[in-house]
C-alpha cells in the first residue's frame, strides 16, 4: 500500500504546486499508514475526536505454511530463475540473509516516509513517537501534531467553504461484489436473524 500512498502524495503536492489551491485532508475514519501520508500532503489535516490517525511505519509480511503443508503430506513446487526470487515464498523457511535484506528494505522505505511527513507537517510534529508506527484518536493526533484541528468533513465544508455542494464519488459495486454482498447478507438473515 505505501508505494501507491507515496505515489498520491507526490501527485497532490504536485497539484497544489502546480495550481497554488490550497488542499485539505478529513480524516474521518481511519487515516494510518499509506492514508495518514496522503492526508500529509495537504495545508491542513483534520479528523474527529475518535478517527484513528497514524501508524507512520512498514511492514512486509509473509506466512509460512511449510510445517503446515509437510503434516499434510503436500510438497509445494515453484520453477523460479534467481537466486532470491523465492524470498517471501510461504512454503519455505526465510534465511537470515533475506531477514537481514528485508529490514533494510523496510527500514529504507521508512525514512523515505518519515522524511515526507516531517517537510510536509514543516515539524509540527511535537514527539518522535508519532514515528515508531503507533496509532491515536484524533485527540490525541493533535497533542503529537499529527493533524491541526478536530473537525468533522461537514464542518469543515461550513467553516471553510461555505457550505458548499459535497460530492461523494464512490466506486459502483462489480457483478462480483453484488453476488458476494447478497450470498453474505442471505446467510446473515438465515443463521443470524438479521434482518433490513
Given at each position: 500500500?505505501?508505494?501507491?500512498?507515496?505515489?498520491?502524495?507526490?501527485?497532490?503536492l504536485?497539484?497544489?504546486?502546480?495550481?497554488?489551491?490550497?488542499?485539505?485532508?478529513?480524516?474521518?475514519?481511519?487515516?494510518?499508514s499509506?492514508g495518514?501520508?496522503?492526508?500529509?500532503s495537504?495545508?491542513?489535516?483534520?479528523?474527529?475526536?475518535?478517527?484513528i490517525?497514524?501508524s507512520?511505519?512498514?511492514?512486509?509480511?509473509?506466512l509460512?505454511?511449510k510445517s503446515?503443508?509437510n503434516k499434510?503430506?503436500?510438497?509445494?513446487?515453484?520453477?523460479?530463475?534467481g537466486?532470491?526470487?523465492?524470498i517471501?515464498?510461504?512454503?519455505?523457511?526465510m534465511?537470515?540473509?533475506?531477514?537481514?535484506?528485508?529490514?533494510k528494505?523496510?527500514?529504507?522505505?521508512h525514512?523515505?516516509?518519515?522524511?515526507?511527513?516531517?517537510?510536509?507537517?514543516d515539524?509540527?510534529?511535537?514527539?518522535d513517537?508519532?514515528?515508531s508506527?503507533?496509532?491515536?484518536t484524533?485527540?490525541?493526533?493533535?497533542?503529537?501534531?499529527?493533524?491541526?484541528?478536530?473537525?468533522?468533513?461537514?464542518d469543515?465544508n461550513?467553516d471553510?467553504?461555505?457550505?458548499?455542494k459535497l460530492?461523494?464519488?464512490?466506486?459502483k459495486?462489480?457483478?462480483?461484489?453484488?453476488?458476494?454482498n447478497s450470498?453474505?447478507?442471505?446467510h446473515?438473515?438465515?443463521?443470524?436473524?438479521?434482518?433490513y
Amino acid at each position: 500500500m505505501l508505494p501507491q500512498s507515496k505515489i498520491i502524495y507526490d501527485e497532490i503536492l504536485m497539484l497544489k504546486k502546480n495550481t497554488n489551491k490550497q488542499i485539505f485532508s478529513v480524516i474521518e475514519d481511519v487515516g494510518a499508514s499509506g492514508g495518514y501520508y496522503i492526508a500529509a500532503s495537504a495545508d491542513k489535516i483534520f479528523a474527529s475526536n475518535s478517527s484513528i490517525v497514524g501508524s507512520i511505519g512498514v511492514r512486509i509480511d509473509s506466512l509460512n505454511f511449510k510445517s503446515l503443508f509437510n503434516k499434510l503430506g503436500i510438497k509445494a513446487q515453484t520453477i523460479s530463475s534467481g537466486k532470491d526470487k523465492l524470498i517471501l515464498d510461504p512454503f519455505q523457511d526465510m534465511t537470515e540473509e533475506h531477514k537481514t535484506h528485508l529490514t533494510k528494505l523496510a527500514n529504507s522505505i521508512h525514512k523515505e516516509f518519515i522524511s515526507d511527513i516531517k517537510i510536509s507537517r514543516d515539524n509540527l510534529i511535537k514527539d518522535d513517537i508519532a514515528f515508531s508506527g503507533l496509532f491515536w484518536t484524533g485527540n490525541e493526533a493533535l497533542g503529537i501534531g499529527l493533524i491541526d484541528e478536530i473537525s468533522s468533513l461537514y464542518d469543515v465544508n461550513r467553516d471553510y467553504f461555505n457550505n458548499s455542494k459535497l460530492i461523494t464519488y464512490n466506486k459502483k459495486p462489480s457483478i462480483f461484489d453484488n453476488i458476494i454482498n447478497s450470498i453474505v447478507m442471505n446467510h446473515m438473515r438465515n443463521n443470524i436473524g438479521l434482518y433490513y
